[in-house]
């Protein structure tokens, strides 16, 4: 069994900064892609970040203000979230293509860290 459990939601101001963090545990015989999306009140869930062994890619609304990075050994993926806007406001689910050690690959998603921006 895999589990994605996350992080570092919470409440912050217009143009303050967040951290989330996801750590990966259970059955795990390796991790290709991870990455994070949201979803807000009435929208659906998008893509925010994805990171690969090849790179990674952020949706554009994100560009230049948030950083997806992972740490192999430690099964995790984060999201530095800065200059942030009320409209990130959302809840921010982890998400990662997991094979595990019986070789069959799955997509896995945590259950998701609110992230409230507001003065």
């Known amino acids: 069994q895999v589990q994605l459990v996350e992080s570092g939601g919470g409440l912050v101001q217009p143009g303050g900064s967040l951290r989330l963090s996801c750590v990966a545990s259970g059955s795990i015989f390796r991790i290709d892609a991870m990455g994070w999306y949201r979803q807000a009140p009435g929208k659906e869930r998008e893509l925010v970040a994805r990171i690969t062994s090849g790179g990674t890619n952020y949706t554009d609304s994100v560009k230049g203000r948030f950083t997806i990075s992972r740490d192999y050994a430690k099964k995790s993926v984060y999201l530095q979230m800065n200059s942030l806007k009320p409209e990130d406001a959302a809840v921010y689910y982890c998400?990662?293509?997991?094979?595990?050690?019986?070789?069959?690959?799955?997509?896995?998603w945590g259950k998701g860290t609110q992230v409230t921006v507001s003065s």
């Open positions: 998400n990662a293509l997991i094979q595990n050690v019986r070789l069959n690959y799955g997509n896995y």
